[in-house]
């Protein structure tokens, strides 16, 4: 579907209406978002056989954030908000599975833009010798979450009610996923109210 829906949309075979345009342009999106609904559900099944392989290796945090910076970047679209990385100081490296991390990292950020139509939004990497951990956290000035409903988010196929829920699209299924993906890490996820 989303193969044919892009043959039509780049005219290979002539062109469209408008409203032949507009009407492929809504399959094509349907398609794209069943198809990260299917991989999200793949990953969870994959994760919940034990059948996800951790590839760890040595990860420069700054490196990662400013790969995070150019992706995340065009999804920033109100100039009312900021999405700011705090590179680490000293530098940060860490032995684990970048790929995992990366994509934690990138759904809760995704989250934060969202769920913030003004305000900032701050990525930053805490070290802790002493407990031998890093955090990471990503804090916003976004809706916010009440406090009995800060374990919802969690369980899938949940998702909080809120004007702006109508807006965006989700499944309820990316926490979720975060929370299995830093296991499979050795850590956890958690949402923090200040």
């Known amino acids: ?3 044919l829906a892009k043959l039509l949309l780049d005219r290979v075979d002539g062109e469209l209406s408008y409203e032949q345009e507009k009407q492929v342009a809504y ?3 349907a398609a794209n978002g069943l198809n990260e609904l299917v991989n999200d559900l793949l990953d969870i099944a994959k994760i919940e056989a034990g059948k996800v392989d951790v590839r760890p290796s040595v990860v420069d945090v700054g490196r990662m954030f400013s ?3 150019g ?3 065009p999804l920033l679209v109100s100039e009312k908000l900021t999405l700011t990385f705090v590179e680490p100081e000293p530098p940060l490296e860490l032995f684990t599975d970048e790929a995992k991390l990366s994509q934690i ?3 809760f950020i995704s989250n934060a833009l969202k769920f913030t139509e003004a305000g900032e939004i701050i990525v930053r990497a805490l070290s802790n010798a ?3 951990v890093v955090v990471f956290e990503v804090a916003d000035t976004g809706v916010g979450i009440r406090q009995e409903e800060l374990q919802l988010i969690f369980e899938e ?4 009610e809120h004007p702006l829920q109508r807006k965006v699209k989700g499944t309820g ?3 979720p996923l975060c929370r299995n993906l830093a296991k499979l890490l050795r850590g956890d996820v958690a949402v923090d109210r200040k």
């Open 1 to 3: 579907i989303r193969a």
């Open 27 to 29: 399959i094509a999106q």
């Open 67 to 69: 790969a995070l910076r």
């Open 71 to 73: 992706m995340l970047r």
């Open 105 to 107: 990292l990138r759904n």
């Open 130 to 132: 002493e407990k031998g």
């Open 157 to 160: 196929f949940s998702q909080i």
């Open 173 to 175: 299924l990316g926490l």
